[in-house]
């Protein structure tokens, strides 16, 4: 709204200067007042129509406006010097055209104030600009987009996730990562190729979604540089999130200061917390390492070290939970059958592996 009134305000003057040069005394200025307001209208015609095409960038205050007349005020101030400069050299006798001057000198400075204003009003979310109490900041309007890596598209997790409704940030996939991601699914090699199609097959269940926004972009930036880097350098200029399950490229991206979403701790996040004495029911796999021990294993992956339960593989058995581990690898329970007494050894150290 305030580029439309901007706009319009930008035609009535330029209307208003070419009438005044019109309603001139002066009879050389009226012989050539029409083709003058002609002329008028019609740059102020093609300066709109060349602000109008521009992309605009986001809304502005007032504070903006100001700012972009005080730098429209400083080129006119150049321009005029330079164009008094030119007249003097050219033709001096141009001197005698004192209206035509004064009205040239008008519009130079409307048209240097109006897309001074113009362009801070559209680009102050990509430019910093300091003043005496006033701060034009870069702004993220909405949820920051979330950049997609080839790891995590042929992974699949993050297409359940959002088949959650749980992701309303709009996900954004470069060229470059599709790129490589068609390479891998034109593999010679038959366990890439079936990755590769795995990662195409995700890619269509998210554009199937009626909830995301999924956009391909194009990007050239530091197409010398590998995929990763490119991938956290376009994050880092879009102000969006990586989204991965690759361990390097989550350093990489810390290194950059852009934030990550790994989806290997996201699931992590996700299990079930258990607390000493809950119960659970729990299938016995195998034998554990120590002696007594069974292992079993919840939905979701978790080990679960049982106590006397050697002789029990095979058995679906409750269990009641002693205590929790988390390591590196992931959160580890351990327990004991449920109506057993307790082991003389109450705390083991070490779980069992095949």
Known sequence: MILYILRGLFL???????????????ERAQAYAVAFLIAALGIGAIVLLIDIFIPQKSLAGIVAMFFGLLVGLVITYGIILVFDLLLDIVN?????????IRTVKMFIGIVSCYLSVSFILQTKDDIRFVIPYVEFAKQTKGAHPLLLDTSVIIDGRFADICATGIVDASIVIPRFVLTELQAVADSSDRMKRNRGRRGLDVLHRLQ???????????????????????????????DGRVVTNDFNLNKVA????????NVNDLANALKPVFLPGEALVVKVIKPGEEAGQGVGYLDDGTMVVIEAARERVGETVPVQVTSVLQTSAGRMVFGRIEGTPPPDRRRRTRAATS
């Open 254 to 261: 810390q290194l950059h200061g852009v934030l990550v979403i």
């Open 12 to 26: 009535l003057i330029m209307a208003g200067v070419a009438m005044s040069f019109v309603d001139s005394p002066d």
């Open 92 to 100: 001096p006798s141009w001197r005698d055209w004192a209206m035509l």
């Open 208 to 238: 199937e979604n009626d909830r995301l926004d999924v956009q391909f972009i194009e990007s050239r930036t530091a197409s010398e540089k590998p995929v990763d880097e490119r991938l956290v350098l376009l994050a880092k200029k879009m």
